[in-house]
């Protein structure tokens, strides 16, 4: 699983700028690891329960970064799809029932 301090690395959050956040930081790694394991259809401490694979870890952090970065319900200027993202790291593990 992604921990806070895999996300203030990511984020470049040190010191005291990264525990302000760490609240809210939790509540994204939660949530990105909820969309992961719904948008994949499985059960992640069942299915991996030495640890998630190392695609799957690179999109919890890059969807709790996400979640960070993007904290307004709305968004102004340009927006696109990053090539090879989220989901293109989700496709090969999910479920099809």
Known sequence: MVTLVDMRGHLRLSGDEGEEHDAGL??????????????????????????????????QLFLSAHFYLN?????????DVVPFGIQDLLADFRVFT
């Not at 904290?71 to 927006?79: F, H, M, Q, T």
Request: aromatic share 6%; hydrophobic share 40%; proline share 7%.
């Open 71 to 79: 904290r307004e319900a709305v968004a102004s200027g340009d927006i």
């Open 26 to 59: 939790e509540g994204y790694i939660a949530s990105a690891r909820d969309y992961i394991a719904r948008h994949t259809r499985r059960d992640l401490d069942v299915d991996y329960p030495a640890g998630l694979p190392p695609a799957l870890l690179q999109a």
